[in-house]
């Protein structure tokens, strides 16, 4: 009996490691499989992307239409670094291998100067809300600006310029100046203008027994107290 309960015991343990080793591999290979689909999907989703990008980049480019309407993006001119400046010139375009349009090769005239001399109706800058455009003298700050798609410029389209601060958070003088005369002794000026201190203090002082009342008016209707964020009046 002692003999076969050892060969019992034997026997199991065998099984058992029989069964852990066979489920081992068998997850090994489901975890192999499972990362190998995993990179084809990776794979294809690279490849879509890569699509996308480049449509993007043709996207920008109108088909069917005049060669000479196109953006400047979509065109390869030739453009004279020594020219005069200021004098305009007329120089040869043609569209880039993958824009599709009509009559490839025209003649394009442009002004001789770089893409940082144009004028500020001809670029667009990138606005920024976090100076202070009510302060004196008024906070400048440098910003990226970029040439209109129908402006032919040398040098970057892209570039750095000191702009003044200009920026306005929605708040319309005619309306503080209008709560000011009129709820001025309760703090609505101040409250709308977003000074929410100086408003509850106006609240429990009554305007400061109308002098400050009268004061608020004054500042607002010069211009001088302007909205709390420092933007401009609409």
């Known amino acids: 009996m002692h003999c076969i309960h050892i060969n019992i015991r034997q026997a199991t343990f065998v099984l058992l490691t029989f069964l852990a080793n066979n489920i081992q591999t068998a997850d090994n290979n489901a975890i192999k499989s499972f990362?190998?689909?995993?990179?084809?999907?990776?794979?294809?989703?690279?490849?879509?992307?890569?699509v996308n990008v480049q449509g993007d980049s043709l996207l920008k480019c109108p088909l069917n239409v005049e060669c000479k309407d196109l953006p400047v993006q979509c065109l390869e001119c030739d453009l004279n670094e020594t020219c005069v400046y200021g004098r305009e010139i007329t120089t040869t375009c043609r569209?880039?291998?993958?824009?599709?349009?009509?009559?490839?090769?025209?003649?394009?005239?442009?002004?001789?100067?770089?893409?940082?001399?144009?004028?500020?109706?001809?670029?667009?800058?990138?606005?920024?809300?976090?100076?202070?455009?009510?302060?004196?003298?008024?906070?400048?700050?440098?910003?990226?600006?970029?040439?209109?798609?129908?402006?032919?410029?040398?040098?970057?389209?892209?570039?750095?310029?000191?702009?003044?601060?200009?920026?306005?958070?929605?708040?319309?003088?005619?309306?503080?100046?209008?709560?000011?005369?009129?709820?001025?002794?309760?703090?609505?000026?101040?409250?709308?203008?977003?000074?929410?201190?100086?408003?509850?203090?106006?609240?429990?002082?009554?305007g400061g027994l109308g002098v400050w009342t009268i004061i608020d008016v004054i500042l607002i209707s010069l211009h001088y107290l302007g909205p709390a964020d420092g933007s401009l009046y609409l």
């Open 35 to 50: 990362g190998g689909d995993v990179k084809k999907t990776t794979n294809v989703s690279d490849e879509i992307r890569d």
């Open 95 to 206: 569209t880039k291998a993958q824009v599709k349009c009509q009559g490839r090769d025209f003649q394009k005239k442009y002004l001789c100067r770089y893409c940082y001399q144009t004028e500020h109706w001809e670029h667009r800058c990138d606005l920024k809300a976090t100076c202070e455009s009510a302060a004196s003298p008024r906070d400048v700050y440098i910003t990226n600006c970029t040439v209109h798609n129908d402006i032919l410029c040398l040098g970057h389209r892209t570039f750095n310029k000191k702009i003044k601060c200009n920026w306005t958070g929605g708040y319309k003088w005619l309306t503080a100046l209008l709560l000011s005369i009129t709820l001025g002794g309760f703090g609505a000026d101040r409250f709308y203008l977003g000074h929410w201190q100086e408003g509850i203090g106006k609240l429990f002082s009554f």
